[in-house]
């Protein structure tokens, strides 16, 4: 067992950093991934915005009403393009930062074990008579927080996969619509 309690507290107090240093590696992945997004929705806005603009200068001075709709149906095509192509950032945008989650969690499971392996190992020296079953309500406290750890770890990335398959669909079914739009 601990031959004091700083010894435990001190494995907690690293437990605890450990735990902390995960979700502060995540939560900043997330709000580079936010700030990736709303700049590729501003780009993607102030475009369509300057088309959407054009388009109306264009069809205003059309000679005739057949000209104003050719006009718009020659914007069709493009749009539809332009929705791909934001289709296709978002999605490699999620991708990254799932591939982030994945590497930091990865990196702080790992470290996580081996904290509580050394933590366990601890716990189970120097034993005295009468103290096994001590010994196994700490070992189920430690277990049981590293089942808590993990998953949380498994939520996250259970999160971003269905993420990016939500992309993935919003993806292919903007790329089913290019193949239906009239061509220019």
Same mark, same amino acid.
């Given at each position: 067992?601990?031959?004091?309690?700083?010894?435990?507290?001190?494995?907690?107090?690293?437990?605890?950093?450990?735990?902390?240093?995960?979700?502060?590696?995540?939560?900043?992945?997330?709000?580079?991934?936010?700030?990736?997004?709303?700049?590729?929705?501003?780009?993607?806005? $102030?475009?369509?915005?300057?088309?959407?603009?054009?388009?109306?200068?264009?069809?205003?001075?059309?000679?005739?009403?057949?000209?104003?709709? =050719?006009?718009?149906?020659?914007?069709?095509?493009?749009?539809?393009?332009?929705?791909? &192509?934001?289709?296709?950032?978002?999605?490699?945008?999620?991708? =990254?930062?799932?591939?982030?989650?994945?590497?930091?969690?990865?990196?702080?499971?790992?470290? &996580? $074990?081996?904290?509580?392996? &050394?933590?366990?190992?601890?716990?189970?020296?120097?034993? $005295?008579?009468?103290?096994?079953?001590?010994?196994?309500?700490?070992?189920?406290?430690?277990?049981?927080?590293?089942?808590?750890?993990?998953?949380?770890?498994?939520?996250?990335?259970?999160?971003?996969?269905?993420?990016?398959?939500?992309?993935?669909?919003?993806?292919?079914?903007?790329?089913?619509?290019?193949?239906?739009?009239?061509?220019?």
């Amino acid at each position: 067992m601990f031959t004091n309690p700083e010894q435990f507290a001190n494995a907690t107090k690293t437990l605890f950093e450990l735990q902390m240093e995960t979700f502060n590696a995540l939560a900043s992945k997330a709000v580079q991934g936010v700030e990736q997004v709303v700049a590729l929705n501003m780009a993607t806005a $102030k475009n369509s915005m300057e088309g959407a603009m054009a388009t109306s200068r264009q069809m205003s001075q059309a000679s005739d009403p057949k000209a104003a709709i =050719d006009t718009l149906q020659s914007r069709l095509q493009p749009g539809v393009q332009n929705a791909q &192509a934001y289709g296709e950032e978002l999605r490699r945008i999620v991708a =990254d930062i799932q591939k982030d989650f994945q590497q930091a969690a990865d990196t702080h499971l790992v470290e &996580a $074990k081996n904290t509580l392996s &050394a933590l366990i190992y601890d716990v189970t020296q120097n034993v $005295k008579p009468g103290q096994e079953n001590a010994v196994e309500i700490i070992k189920a406290a430690i277990d049981n927080a590293f089942k808590g750890y993990e998953q949380v770890t498994q939520s996250t990335r259970d999160a971003m996969r269905r993420v990016e398959e939500q992309v993935t669909r919003a993806t292919s079914q903007l790329a089913e619509a290019a193949g239906q739009a009239p061509k220019a």
